[in-house]
C-alpha cells in the first residue's frame, strides 16, 4: 500500500506545531544546555509529524451520473393578451335615395 501524499493543511499544522512547541518547551524548561535542547527539539518534531499524520484528509471525490433529457423540451412562453377596447358596431351609410 502506498502512503498518501501530504496535504497543504498537513503539512502547515505540522510545522507551525514543531514551532510553537518549541519555542514553548525551550520557554518554559529554561534549558540551555546541549543537550536539553536537543531533546526539546526532536520532542517537538515527534509532536510535529504526529499532527501532521492525524490531521483528516478530505473524502475522495465521487463520480456522479447526471441523467439527462433525450430532446429539450420546446419553451412556451405565454404573452398576455393586449387590452381591447369595447367592440365597436360597424359603421353603416345610408345609401343615397
Given amino acids: 500500500m502506498a502512503m498518501p501524499r501530504p496535504t497543504v493543511a498537513s503539512l502547515a499544522y505540522g510545522s507551525c506545531t514543531v514551532i510553537c512547541s518549541t519555542l514553548a518547551m525551550l520557554l518554559l524548561s529554561g534549558t540551555s544546555s546541549v543537550l536539553g535542547v536537543a531533546a526539546v527539539a526532536v520532542s517537538a518534531l515527534a509532536l510535529g509529524l504526529l499532527v501532521a499524520i492525524t490531521v483528516p ?21 405565454t404573452v398576455p393578451s393586449p387590452v381591447r377596447e ?8 345610408r345609401a343615397a335615395s
Avoid at 64 to 74: I, S
Avoid at 86 to 93: D, G, K, L, Q, S
Fill in 57 to 77: 484528509r478530505p473524502a475522495p471525490r465521487r463520480l456522479t451520473v447526471v441523467a439527462r433529457p433525450a430532446a429539450p423540451e420546446p419553451v412556451r412562453a
Fill in 86 to 93: 369595447p367592440a365597436r358596431e360597424p359603421v353603416r351609410e
